[in-house]
């Protein structure tokens, strides 16, 4: 499908979420996840009516994508623009990691006693993922493939539409041969 509608998307840019507390949000991704800081735009502008004043700041990925957080002044703004974050385990940001880089963030959890009760691993046979939650109630993924995993990544291309069209028309049976 891609060849029909021209050249994808290259990587993610960025993904932002509203934050009630920067510093947290800092310490947090820099000191014990390992992302650096690396860019913080404080900024006023008028946006959806009004003048909204605020701190913009990202943590660098590896592929130099980024996660970014807004923090407002207002607290009305705060307020409008920073609901709670859904307590869902189906909404959350996965990450690849390698397994080293995936120890090192489990090390640096368990020391930091950071959220023991909402940090745990599991196994997807595809995939091992350890998951945690940030200070804002973001729940992440640090996602490490099985070994051979890019193997099967041009066969679940090939089917990937012909398994949707399965599971709508009502054929739930699993397709993870890696369990």
């Known amino acids: 499908m891609s060849d029909t509608l ?10 932002a979420y509203v934050t009630k507390d920067q510093e947290a949000t800092r310490a947090f991704y820099e000191e014990i996840i390992g992302l650096p ?32 957080f807004f923090q ?41 006693g950071w959220k023991p009760e909402q940090t745990y691993v599991l196994e997807h046979g595809y995939c091992r993922s350890l998951y ?3 200070p804002n109630g973001l729940l992440l993924e640090f996602t490490l493939d ?18 949707l069209k399965s599971w709508l028309e009502g054929d739930h049976h699993s397709n993870n041969d890696w369990r």
Do not use: N
């Not at 021209?6 to 993904?15: C, I, K, M, V, Y």
């Not at 002044?73 to 690849?96: C, N, R, T, W, Y």
């Not at 099985?146 to 398994?163: C, F, I, L, Q, T």
């Open 146 to 163: 099985a070994p051979g995993v890019e193997d099967s990544a041009d066969a679940r291309r090939a089917s990937a539409h012909a398994e």
């Open 6 to 15: 021209g050249a994808l998307p290259s990587r993610l840019h960025h993904t």
């Open 37 to 68: 800081l690396v860019a913080t735009w404080k900024e006023s502008d008028e946006l959806f009516g009004a003048v909204r004043t605020y701190c913009h700041t990202f943590y660098g990925l590896g592929d130099g994508g980024a996660l970014a």
């Open 72 to 112: 407002f002044v207002d607290k009305a703004d705060q307020e409008q623009f920073g609901p709670e974050m859904p307590h869902s385990p189906f909404q959350h940001i996965a990450l690849k990691v390698s397994e080293e880089t995936q120890d090192a963030i489990t090390t640096r959890l368990k020391t930091a």
């Open 132 to 134: 945690t939650e940030d």
